[in-house]
């Protein structure tokens, strides 16, 4: 059993990390931190874990911790995982971190959208977890920088077309909607229930940070620098994202070229990709609460124009369940392990 | 006070216009039509409705109903319209149909998204309502076709644009997003409460019968066949619909220019069409419940990307809202009469 | 034109009258107040109120706002509301106050729920605003203490019942659940979008401060000492509340008896309690945006038990409508008049 | 492994059943029916599903099916399960009803509130399958009628305070609410996104089936007949059911004892009854997705009234969770096998 500890277990994806090892068959969940919830048991602040986790949240206390886990995910916010890391690493502990902070390997593009890097040098040892297209690295890194929400809703359509070059890498455009979870469990008016209830709008057009993490990735697979048009907005529900992508495909390409590259890279038998026939596009309550991306496609012959559509749970393939698949791959276990019980419900 | 009509008065969209009539200052709602429901009153029908209106619903019977009625609103099926619009214009009586009926210019257009058109020589003289484009035209009608809601969400911020060609008449996008009361009342399993609820998804993509409808009105202002690329939404809430908008600038277009070409069409003081200020974005829950398009836009100078946020109740302004307006330009009324109340609420 | 003042106009109950008061067609708004949003207009703060409402927010001045208003609208926190108070009626100014601080005729009864009451004297002078029970009362003060949400739609079918002796005063329940809004705009983990939706819950078991209002009012009615059970809901939607209530008859008192007594109390033609037939009962969707209250009843003949529902919208029959129809009887204004615009919407 | 069979796998209570048993490891799906989807795959219908659940609907074919299965779940229409069990138990075939046919141990109550019974002396023999409280009888049927939602809800708390003779059994009021997937997939204006979304409302105030159900089960163990008030309301969210009930203790009846005899009926080391800390009270969402019975209560020492209030899911506790731990006690697996890892989402 790999021992597992999480570290901010008490924000959103912390507790779904916590819950899917809770529920995992080679992990153990050995130790939880929370600097607010400190001395108080998991399912004493989630009443939804009682009876089923009830390990209770400690300090920040990197000596001790060490010495009972072989896996630490960090749950925290961006800036301070990159203060941590290096310890776990120098511990020989491999690190998971969901902050941006080890996503990037150019660290002044890190720098323009977050703050001064201070383990810059870890950033060509990490890892980026996006698991489909980086299978092969995971296997072998002990620090990997788990994928923001959007770029993965992004990412995994349309980083095999890029990469075989069936599109246009000019004027790509990603309309993202994202539901409530995604901003956390802090407070805020924007999040508060009557403001988001029956109501949807874009927010941040223009200058969210996850447009560089997903131009940064993109730009290193197509050999040049890609600029793409990203407008996420508001869903009133909790859990979920859906991107609709628009692209020019390049002269040739074809509706039955692009489902067999995508049936190249994601087409294995029980794979978390899934692409859908012709004429069906994903829904967000199809992948609620599994680790599922679900991609439906539309190929205009006369423009030219690609309409694909991805969707996620934001929640799961989007931060804590992609985190978990790259742990098995990290420590060779099947890839679906633990993964497969969230079952998209109602 | 004109003595108001309403045909086809329990949809959605006749059930608002019957509540707008009833809190109309210089307007009286004398008949109500409904095949369902004939004998009953609206206060029966619609709870909400008692001690409001009480009207009861009767047989669609022209003659009588000609007798009694300076206006009537078509809230029909399409198909159904065509074939009672010239009778109630044969008696003098003025017609503003909401269905798709007498949008179109072009007959082949509409019978390539609908059917057979029965009335054609009507579509000369029809008026297409888009009210603040077609203002002067509507005062001289007695014949309107109502816009459809997503053409209304699309048309208002971008026609302006392509008539004063700031914007490339080429890859114009618009993803758009509604809320469920658009697919009216009748039952169906993507529209039952478990199914769209906690959902979003695309659907029609690349044969929304709106499109057609929204590509001619632009080429007729363009002088030339203009092409959209269109993807609708389903978003988990009643009322409101918001279009997020993608083009590229012509040369030397500024963010000013824009500006100042939206407040030349739309500035007028008490205009139902507001344009935000730089940096804002709208939110449906701004215009729900009123008849207000809101609009906002960001111009990425680097690369000439133009986005544009719309945001309508599709109810309202995208149906029985302009409907009202409509028929205060056409007998010379204040244009916001009777929409005033209807405030954007919580 | 009745000369309007609002003070505490930014939060939900607040925003709520400034629109009201923008559309009445015999009260003009001419001052509204805010400590946290001074000097920014309505329309800034509220986008939706943009091109309607653009008086802009100050500070609480009281000389000065005497001036310029006949009447003001505390929307205020408990406590600070009976500070101001005494000091608009010495310059004559009717004051109606949606706080707890006037709702108490026993001073104790107050100080146990809230805190030390310093203008206790003004209680014997102030009015409780339940319309329909007080409204030869309301006729002639200058003092109003609009009453609680939950004690609104549990007086309004209870207080005939009691007061005519049909039911008995031991074991009255009420089962009642309230939309968020009731929980105001301030943040808070309950409110947040993502804990409240998808989510009902009962709160305050046996200590909701509503509790000792809706006592005090029916023991007064009683001529003796009622205790109520309470429970107290949160709704995941945005306005709205229902009430459950079950009592038991007394002897032979029937179904008939009950819909007389209602008749009696409510009947008046276009009165906002709307009595529903037998076998019908409230939707919380039918009152929503409306001053309505709808009730419907059942009584089970073979054990005497009633129950009773009842809906009102918690905003506007539970605190903005009924003050502003409680400042149309102050003035001698039809009780209806401003209100009747806000239909209960789709 | 036990071989399981589903018939009418496709409503929403036996596709739930499907994710259950497809995640269990001790069971496997051998056969799944329906007469709507025969020859499609689950993955085919719920795109849910797709990569988990690939197996194809069948015909109900009783003879092939008994060859292939151990146990059979029937997720059918009521008096459609009645005629098809006697089937499968002379085939040997466990049977798990979910409809109402085998609730009942008196036919003629069956017979008020649904209809002729046509399998009557099964009624003997089958076990009503509430798991907490008939686990004995559970494991040594072959026959059970699986509890309804809202009996569930209401008996896990009410019944061990009857039996242990705690509260009065007059007039004991079960104020229930209820997510709409209650009213399963069939179509509905009630149901309809628009209708149900920002409402709320009771419904079938007195003539709800599952009252007789409530009232069988309880006189029983109360050793007389009992009459209870029960008013269901439909919840604006998808799944989880709230009953809030309230009784009268009788004397000398105090908090501790009854938490006392909670403990004793459910304090077993990980049930799935959780009896919370004083002054907490269930949400929905801390069961959304899991086979838990939250319940928490209240006291009023002077007027001995008591409150409580349990929150199940109805689709898995209330319905097809429980079916699965009913399977698992027929077997002789742990209770929990298979039910653990749907864990209480966001």
Chains 1, 2, 3, 4 share one sequence.
Do not use: W
Not at 148 to 159: A, D, H, K, Q, R
Not at 177 to 185: D, E, F, P, T, W
Not at 205 to 217: F, L, S, T
Not at 252 to 267: A, D, F
Request: hydrophobic share 40%.
């Amino acid at each position: 059993m790999i021992k597992v500890g999480i570290a901010g277990a008490t924000g959103y994806a912390g507790a779904e990390i916590v819950k899917l090892i809770a529920g995992h068959p080679a992990a153990t969940l050995t130790a939880v931190t929370s600097r607010s919830y400190k001395g108080r048991s998991m399912g004493e602040i989630f009443p939804a874990m009682k009876n089923i986790v009830e390990i209770e949240c400690e300090d920040m206390d990197i000596d001790n911790l060490c010495k009972r886990i072989d896996c630490i995910f960090l749950a925290l916010p961006h800036k301070i995982s990159m203060g941590y890391a290096p310890l776990f690493l120098e511990n020989n502990v491999k690190v998971i971190d969901l902050s941006a902070d080890f996503r990037f390997k150019n660290a002044s593009a890190y720098e323009a959208a977050y703050q001064k890097h201070s383990a810059e040098k870890l950033l060509k040892k990490s890892v980026y977890g996006l698991s489909e297209i980086y299978r092969n690295e995971i296997k072998n890194t002990d620090l990997l920088g788990n994928p923001g929400c959007y770029p993965t809703s992004f990412l995994l359509p349309v980083l095999p077309l890029v990469k075989e070059k069936l599109i246009k890498t000019k004027n790509i455009i990603s309309d993202s909607k994202s539901g409530v979870s995604g901003a956390g469990r802090s407070l805020s008016l924007a999040t508060h229930f009557c403001e988001a209830n029956e109501s949807f709008k874009p927010y941040k057009v223009g200058n969210h940070r996850h447009q560089p993490e997903m131009e940064e990735i993109l730009s290193i697979h197509a050999g040049k620098n890609i600029k793409i048009t990203f407008v996420p907005h508001l869903l009133p529900l909790n859990r979920g994202m859906l991107s609709t992508i628009y692209a020019s495909v390049c002269e040739n390409v074809t509706s039955e070229r692009i489902r067999q590259i995508y049936e190249q890279y994601y087409g294995r038998k029980k794979s978390f990709v899934r692409i859908l026939p012709d004429g069906f596009f994903p829904d967000i309550s199809n992948v609620r609460n599994s680790n599922f991306c679900d991609i439906g496609f539309n190929l205009d012959n006369d423009s030219g124009r690609l309409i694909i559509a991805s969707a996620i749970d934001n929640l799961l393939k989007g931060a804590a369940g992609q985190a978990v698949q790259n742990m098995n791959i990290m420590f060779g276990l099947d890839e679906r392990s633990g993964l497969i019980n969230i079952q998209g419900a109602l």
